[in-house]
């Protein structure tokens, strides 16, 4: 019998090094065919969640349960029912395409004609069949994204973990990358847990979504719910500089939900943001504050993170603490470092 949820998340932490708490008592649920999308900053605890679910780093506190195996109690045999895609290149460079699938075939316990099958399989799924017997090396980023999509999929799992899965490849490689992965859940009812920088790519692909902040979850919901939640449109006004402070002003005006003084703008969200500007800018005029620019937005992935967090979602390319701390877990791991 098929388990309700794929992945159950409880009140999972964890701390390394005795102080760094990457992730602070996260709880959520995955369904079954689903595709699931986790957002948040660079350190906020979306790659330590990934490896706790997919047994590459056991919890502080908490359990995880995924395809109806308690992951910290079956950790292997979890494995066997998961593909995961790190946004770390994994392929061997000095192998072949062809022969990468066939390692990993072979990792899984596979006969190598087995493997050989699967291998010829995977490589005409993922579009890579003219390249196969090429060194991995000599592949484009695109290519190589496939190539470790096919590897991930040898063992025809049921659950795939994506940990920036597009980071680095151009609109037409990402675009074919999340085509192969829609097909893949149409054809085969796979489940997919998702982290990505890339907003459009959580508002187009994704069902659901949960914010994570500072090893929190500060909202979860469809990309649609999230957005309502807003409540309206987004209008920012930017006023002239030493003017004095009108955020009273704007808050009193018809329509308004909240104001915040950010910068020396305003962000006002409010029922209906057409008619609301001329109200604000004559507003803003009577009390002393010129105005000198105004935007209006409908509500957008950016302005749902800005809300929750209460900053812009900026992609960061520098190794935070939390990050370097996985890595090191991850060596640890791979030679027999306790976890």
Same mark, same amino acid.
């Given at each position: 019998? /098929?388990p ?10 964890? !701390? ?7 992730v602070?008592?996260?709880s959520?649920?995955?369904?079954p065919?689903?595709?699931?999308? #986790? ?47 790190? /946004?770390?290149?994994?392929?061997d460079?000095?192998?072949t ?6 390692? =990993?075939?072979?990792? &899984?316990?596979?006969?190598? =004609? ?6 010829d ?11 196969a017997?090429?060194l991995?090396?000599? &592949?484009?980023?695109g290519? $190589?994204?496939?190539?470790e ?8 799992p049921k659950?795939? #973990?994506?940990?920036e899965?597009?980071l680095g490849?151009?609109p037409?490689? $990402?675009n074919?990358?999340?085509g192969?992965?829609?097909?893949? $859940?149409k054809e085969?009812?796979l ?6 920088h &890339? ?8 069902d ?5 902040d500072?090893?929190k ?12 939640r ?18 009273n !002003? ?7 939900h909240t104001? /915040?003084?950010q910068?020396?703008? &305003? ?7 057409e008619? #609301?500007?001329?109200?604000a ?5 009577? =009390?002393? =504050?010129? !105005?000198?620019?105004?935007?209006v ?15 812009? #979602? $900026? ?9 370097r ?15």
């Amino acid at each position: 019998m /098929q388990p309700t949820q794929a992945i159950h998340a409880e009140n999972l932490v964890k !701390v390394f090094n005795g102080k760094i708490r990457a992730v602070d008592d996260v709880s959520f649920d995955v369904r079954p065919g689903e595709i699931f999308g #986790f957002l948040g900053p660079n350190g906020a605890g979306k790659t330590t969640t990934v490896s706790m679910l997919s047994a590459g780093l056991r919890p502080t506190q908490g359990r995880a349960v995924v395809d109806g195996l308690e992951v910290g109690k079956e950790p292997e045999a979890v494995k066997r029912r998961i593909g995961v895609i790190f /946004q770390e290149s994994t392929a061997d460079g000095d192998l072949t395409g062809r022969e990468n699938i066939q390692v =990993a075939a072979g990792c &899984y316990g596979m006969p190598r =004609a087995e493997g050989r099958k699967r291998a010829d399989e995977l490589v005409e799924r993922m579009q890579i069949a003219d390249a196969a017997d090429r060194l991995a090396k000599t &592949y484009s980023g695109g290519m $190589r994204r496939r190539l470790e999509l096919a590897v991930g999929l040898v063992h025809d799992p049921k659950i795939l #973990f994506l940990d920036e899965p597009t980071l680095g490849l151009d609109p037409q490689g $990402r675009n074919g990358f999340w085509g192969f992965i829609q097909q893949l $859940r149409k054809e085969e009812g796979l489940t997919v847990f998702v982290t990505t920088h &890339y907003l459009d790519e959580a508002d187009t692909m994704c069902d659901r979504l949960a914010i994570i902040d500072h090893g929190k979850i500060v909202a979860t919901g469809s990309p649609n719910e999230l957005k309502d939640r807003l409540g309206g449109d987004i209008v920012t006004i930017k006023t002239t500089a030493g003017a004095p402070d009108v955020t009273n !002003v704007l808050s009193t005006l018809i329509g308004v939900h909240t104001v /915040q003084k950010q910068d020396g703008s &305003y962000r006002v969200k409010c029922a209906n943001g057409e008619p #609301f500007v001329p109200l604000a800018v004559e507003a803003c005029d009577k =009390a002393g =504050a010129g !105005v000198t620019g105004v935007t209006v937005k409908r509500p957008s992935l950016d302005e749902v993170f800005l809300e929750f967090t209460g900053r812009e #979602f $900026r992609d960061e390319d520098a190794p935070t603490a939390t990050d370097r701390a996985v890595m090191v877990q991850r060596v640890q791991n791979r030679f027999g470092g306790r976890r």
